[in-house]
């Protein structure tokens, strides 16, 4: 503690959960994916025909730019963000269908789509975990700005009801 500052004044750390720092790590994850799949649909498209050139450089960069979204999200996370909770937990929702999808072919997508499912259905539920909300600040609906959060909160809701 510096002179200036007392125990008032002191900013209070909060520290990451685990679970926070497990779904940070999921969405960076689908992020890296994404970048691998685009950049591999780019290098495919570049050596291949010239009908598809376009096409696949088309969607590879299209899957490159989609990957910022969880990569951001993830960043965000591990800095403990309220924002980032956001992205993250629309990235999980979008993957579920491409899950479902990949599930319905016959071929080797049906292990990825394995994988993607679980790991989007993973990143929610830690994404919405209570410790999750409270580490990164998010108040639930009817919670006011100068409610703490924590048991005596809960015990003012309680009272109110």
Known sequence: MTSEQTPETVPTVVERPRRLTYAAVLVALEGLALVVAGVWMLVLGIAGEAGD??????GGVTLVVLALLPLLAARGLL?????????????????????????????????AGIVLGVVAIAALVLLI?????????????????????????????????
């Open 53 to 58: 050139r376009q096409q696949a450089v088309t």
């Open 129 to 161: 975990h209570r410790e999750t909300t409270r580490a990164l600040r998010i108040r639930g609906p009817g919670r006011g700005r100068d409610e703490d959060e924590g048991p005596a909160a809960d015990q003012r809701a309680a009272r109110r009801k």
């Open 79 to 111: 800095a403990l963000r309220s924002w980032s909770r956001g992205p993250a937990v629309i990235t999980q929702i979008m993957a579920l269908p491409v899950a479902y999808n990949l599930l319905q072919a016959d071929s080797v997508a049906v292990p």
